[in-house]
Nanobody, 127 residues
């Protein structure tokens, strides 16, 4: 089992920045990739970004490319999501996820690929 705990959410004005963290514990050696998803009220959960644990390959949703950066600290078993130039439409609960499944962009962009999920952290961007 892998446990995931997010932190770093909050309220920020449009154009501002936030950094989210996701700390993993448990059988972290089995993780292939960790990612971030988000869910806004009344909307479906959507993929944001993911990073492979060993090689550090990254994939992003088109809506966040150039504004968000995902990174990892293997020694701390932690993944970060640096969010810049935030927009009101970025408002959502951001949820960390991890998977043992090996795959590329298509697989890692799907929520069904991920086996472990955190509880989420709220990000609110005011206009």
């Amino acid at each position: 089992q892998v446990q995931l705990v997010e932190s770093g959410g909050g309220l920020v004005q449009a154009g501002g920045s936030l950094r989210l963290s996701c700390a993993a514990s448990g059988r972290t050696f089995s993780i292939y990739a960790m990612g971030w998803f988000r869910q806004a009220p009344g909307k479906e959960r959507e993929f944001v970004a993911t990073i492979t644990w060993s090689g550090g390959s990254t994939y992003y949703a088109d809506s966040v490319k150039g504004r968000f950066t995902i990174s990892r600290d293997n020694a701390k078993n932690t993944v970060y999501l640096q969010m810049n130039s935030l927009k009101p439409e970025d408002t959502a609960v951001y949820i960390c996820a991890a998977t043992r499944v090996v795959g590329g962009t298509v697989l890692l962009g799907k929520g069904a690929t991920y086996e472990y999920w955190g509880r989420g952290t709220q990000v609110t961007v005011s206009s």
